[in-house]
């Protein structure tokens, strides 16, 4: 029984050794004129996409708002509180990545409260 399985093998190899071999020639041959146009495609997409990489940093860097909280002849100003807010969290958990951060100012209490990873906690303003 092996042998006739072998021999199956052996012929259904035979008769299909010549169309892998015309196929893997084709697949060579189409990969080979693919190249230059594949190549002349990617030289002509760089400089767009270095552009669109520069013009996104451009648009960061140009626009960076400020935003003040004023009460009772005070300013305060919210990116200074966000960073307060942070570094009392970084010393608080040391080993814990921030995720998100949502600041509540409540002037009244003379407080931020904050929620960062989900802990809450709070500062004085």
């Given at each position: 029984?092996?042998?006739?399985i072998?021999?199956?093998?052996?012929?259904?190899?035979?008769?299909?050794?010549?169309?892998?071999r015309?196929?893997?020639?084709?697949?060579?041959?189409?990969a080979?004129?693919?190249?230059?146009?594949?190549?002349?495609?990617?030289?002509?997409?760089?400089?767009?996409?270095?552009?669109?990489?520069?013009?996104?940093?451009?648009?960061?860097?140009?626009?960076?708002?400020?935003?003040y909280?004023?009460?009772?002849?005070?300013?305060?100003?919210?990116?200074?509180?966000?960073?307060?807010?942070k570094?009392?969290?970084?010393?608080?958990?040391?080993?814990?990545?921030?995720?998100?951060?949502?600041?509540?100012?409540?002037?009244?209490?003379?407080?931020?409260?904050?929620?960062?990873?989900?802990?809450?906690?709070?500062?004085?303003?």
């Open positions: 029984m092996a042998a006739k072998k021999e199956v093998v052996d012929a259904a190899l035979e008769k299909t050794e010549p169309v892998v015309k196929a893997r020639t084709v697949a060579e041959a189409a080979r004129k693919a190249e230059p146009v594949l190549d002349a495609a990617a030289r002509k997409a760089e400089p767009v996409l270095e552009a669109a990489k520069n013009a996104g940093k451009q648009v960061a860097a140009v626009f960076v708002p400020e935003v909280v004023q009460y009772a002849n005070r300013q305060i100003d919210c990116g200074s509180l966000v960073e307060r807010c570094d009392d969290f970084k010393a608080k958990h040391p080993s814990t990545m921030i995720r998100s951060c949502r600041l509540y100012v409540k002037p009244e209490d003379n407080m931020v409260y904050y929620v960062i990873n989900d802990i809450e906690d709070k500062l004085g303003l």
